[in-house]
């Protein structure tokens, strides 16, 4: 999805250019929730945990691991 800058603020402006820039605002918000939900999942998924826990056998820590 291509971005479109900001509109600068105007001194006085009407109702729609408020709205717009609102759901702007809004809309980079909501981006920016959805890749920092992504990349909470990709840290505590069950395929993450086996990486590390077979990260942790490889370097030698105990079975008790498992």
Not at 44 to 64: D, E, F, I
Request: charged residues 25%; hydrophobic residues 35%; glycine residues 2%.
């Amino acid at each position: 999805m291509a971005r479109q800058p900001l509109r600068p603020a105007q001194q006085e402006y009407n109702s729609v250019d408020e709205d717009l820039f609102r759901q702007q605002v809004i809309n980079f918000m909501n981006e920016i929730t959805n890749k920092v939900d992504l990349m909470e999942e990709l840290k505590t998924t069950k395929s993450a945990k086996s990486v590390r826990r077979h990260q942790l056998m490889m370097l030698g820590a105990p079975n008790w691991t498992n």
